[in-house]
């Protein structure tokens, strides 16, 4: 007892004075999944040997489940040791968690080897008991940095396995127990001996530099990995925050601390597998931590790094665009070549902040802006930006916790023909009025609902809409509904929207689906079916905006189109003899390709006899009509003079 108490005093002031804690989790990580491993092996083996004596369930069923819950747990760990080091809080949190579970594991394997004991004959029963032997050693000596789930296992293991073997009434059932209880008592009193050695060890740091044992190196190594990144052997997170509060504390001069994000590294990581994509990070952390001696270079975690650099703002920026051509050179990999990019968010002290975290939101901020708009560039924080991201987040802000039943609505725009000026078609426009922000534009709308991962959400509630008001046109007029680049790459989100065609009573011939060229270009294959599928039920597929992207022959050419719709930039071009070319040419390449063709952006009168003489047989602009509620459309329908 008094050897005990000693242990438990020395593992307190341990605690108080050291990160010991986080040296525990830092060694249980490479020895927790080996047991693992061993207990997986040695549970198939046992119940190999009772495969035609035991019930399938226990021979099956329960040892399936115990091992998939080992390999579960050790890939846990695995994963675990790829991480930045924990606090102090999360590694004491782990260690009581990795108590809890060594009891359940024990108690969970104990009772299934015991369940097995009542079958088979003398070899049976010896391997039960040599199963039981192993599982207590093996925990032991993996748990050897946590001697209270050591002790914990062996006690319910040994205790129950007393109990049960006397109970049995076995003479050599009994024997083998007390001599694996000894055993066990044996090895215990070593592994307490070995902590308090440890232990010690930890309460004496300042004799650390006088001491050659291999215990001491350990140590060092322990705190060292606390501070690094074991994968790129970059400074962590930890050291990033400890060294920019120590730059603060000491400042004499201008500094900038910058975020990096790599942009591409995720379909690196998806099409090749993790090894690679560690593979390059390894290559990336060598370019940053060659790119100079007067910055600090920390990874943050996932493909985020962190740079202190000395001088100001605008210097850091210069220094940068460089770090930015430098990470996209080529990367070799096995088996393929990869290129990334990365983009920068910077904020410089004192300028931008004055403190830590504030420096830390602001290059956030600006790392925010960079991904979004200057992607694959710098971007230093300004009074400017922060009220531009600011905006852009209190719109999200407002979309998150936005009731859409109520808040959105679908304003619609007719589409006429030039011969007979009647309305042939509505377009569906988006339209968002929140409480506490305002009107705001649909491509916000859109823009934000994909960032907040609610895009199929906000475009099914549209379409429902949509149809709604559909539904109370005259059968001849189609409804134009617009569809996005995440939409077209979601296959769900495509299903959904034919769930709810088919609900409606608005027919399926009626629907033109309009999608961009931008929104082609991410994943041809997978929108192309997605067409085809609306296609398939009668629906007609229109290229919104055409003339504005990159790739406009070969959509024409590679998609299942019905409708042609001009840019409205087009349509101030009738207004000179080139532009009417240009617009004619246009339109003789619709009709070669059997494409109906729209003109958008009609605004004059003149415009529209100009659509019409250069063939257009379809128009649509705010001369004809505004975006309106369905309300208005029908007025506007009732005001036209019937068609002969």
Same mark, same amino acid.
């Given at each position: ?20 804690e986080?040296?525990q989790?830092?060694n249980?990580?490479? =020895? ?15 119940a ?20 998939a819950?080992?390999?579960i ?12 080091a924990?606090?102090? #809080? ?12 060594a ?17 088979g ?32 296992v ?20 009994m ?13 215990l009193?070593?592994l ?49 925050h ?11 001069s ?9 942009? *591409? ?39 985020e ?9 605008? =210097? ?5 665009q460089?770090?930015?051509? #430098? ?21 410089g ?26 992607? *694959?560039?710098?971007v230093?924080?300004? !009074? ?16 998150q ?20 000026? =009647? ?22 709308? #859109? ?5 907040? *991962?609610m ?43 034919l769930?709810?065609?088919?609900? !409606? ?22 929108t ?36 042609l ?9 009738l ?28 605004e004059?009168?003149? =415009? ?21 509620s ?10 036209l003079?019937?068609?002969?």
């Open positions: 007892m008094r050897a005990l108490f000693s242990l438990k005093e020395l593992y307190r002031d341990a605690v108080r004075t050291s990160d010991f986080i040296a989790v830092t249980l990580q490479r =020895q927790i999944a080996p047991l693992y491993a061993l207990l997986s092996v040695s549970a198939a083996s046992l190999y040997t009772h495969r035609d004596l035991a019930p399938t369930s226990l021979t099956i069923a329960v040892p399936a489940v115990l091992i819950a080992c390999m747990r050790s890939v846990r760990w695995l994963f675990a040791a790829r991480e930045p924990p606090s102090r #809080i999360e590694a004491r949190a782990k260690l009581r968690r990795t108590i809890f579970l009891a359940f594991i024990a108690v969970a394997f104990l009772a299934w080897a015991l369940a097995l004991d009542q079958y004959g003398p070899d049976q029963h010896g391997h039960v008991s040599m199963f039981i032997a192993m599982t207590v050693v093996a925990c032991i000596f993996c748990l050897g940095y946590l001697p209270m789930a050591a002790m914990l062996c006690g319910i293991v040994i205790g129950a396995f007393l109990i049960y073997s006397f109970a049995r009434g076995s003479e050599v059932g024997v083998v127990a007390v001599n694996i209880a000894l055993v066990t008592l044996v090895i009193k070593v307490r001996d070995s902590f308090a050695a440890f232990l010690r060890l930890e309460l004496s740091q300042r004799d650390l530099a006088h001491k050659q044992s291999e215990a001491e190196v350990l140590i060092e190594t322990n705190v060292a990995l606390a501070r690094t990144d074991p994968l790129t052997g970059l400074p962590n997170r930890r050291f990033f400890d060294e920019l509060e120590r730059r603060l504390a000491t400042a004499q201008s500094f900038a601390v910058a975020l990096v994000d790599l942009d *591409g590294f995720k379909p690196v990581n998806d099409t090749y597998g993790h090894a690679q994509g560690d593979s390059l990070l390894k290559v990336i952390s060598e370019r940053l931590r060659d790119f100079g001696s007067d910055c600090t270079v920390a990874r943050l975690g996932g493909d790094f962190g740079i202190l650099f000395n001088g100001d703002a605008g =210097q850091a920026a210069k220094a940068g460089r770090l930015c051509e #430098i990470i996209k050179r080529p990367v070799p990999l096995t088996g393929a070549t990869v290129v990334v990019g990365c983009s920068i968010g910077i904020a002290y004192p300028q931008a902040a004055h403190n830590a975290q504030d420096l830390l939101d602001r290059a956030d901020f600006a790392l925010y802006h960079a991904k979004d708009h200057r992607r *694959g560039g710098c230093v924080f300004s !009074s400017k930006l922060d009220g531009m991201i600011r905006s852009e987040r209190a719109v999200e802000s407002a979309f916790i936005a009731d859409l039943d109520r808040e959105l609505a679908v304003a619609f725009q007719p589409v006429f023909s030039t011969r007979t000026h =009647q309305v042939v078609a509505v377009e569906a426009l988006a339209r968002w009025t929140s409480p506490s922000i305002g009107v705001v534009s649909p491509e916000r709308l #859109i823009a934000t609902s994909e960032r907040a *991962g895009a199929r959400r906000t475009t099914l509630k549209l379409f429902e809409k949509a149809l709604a008001g559909a539904a109370r046109l005259p059968a001849e007029i189609r409804l134009n509904f617009n569809l996005s680049a995440v939409d077209l790459a979601d296959e769900t989100t495509i299903a959904m929207i769930d709810e065609l088919t609900l !409606s009573p608005v027919d399926a011939t009626r629907l033109v689906f309009e999608i961009t060229e931008n929104s082609l270009i991410s994943d041809m294959t997978t192309r079916r997605s067409l085809a599928r609306l296609r398939a039920v009668g629906a007609k597929v229109a290229l919104d905006d055409f003339g504005t992207g990159f790739s406009s022959l070969s959509s024409l050419h590679e998609l299942p189109l019905d409708i719709k001009v840019d409205r930039s087009f349509a101030a071009q207004a000179d003899a080139t532009g009417r070319r240009l617009v004619s040419a246009i339109r003789g390449l619709a009709e070669t390709l059997s494409l109906r063709c729209v003109l958008e952006g009609i004059t009168e003149q =415009q529209l006899v100009d659509a019409t003489a250069a063939g257009f047989d379809y128009a649509q602009g705010y001369l004809l009509a505004r975006p309106g369905i309300e208005d459309v029908l007025e506007t329908l009732r005001q003079p019937k068609a002969a």
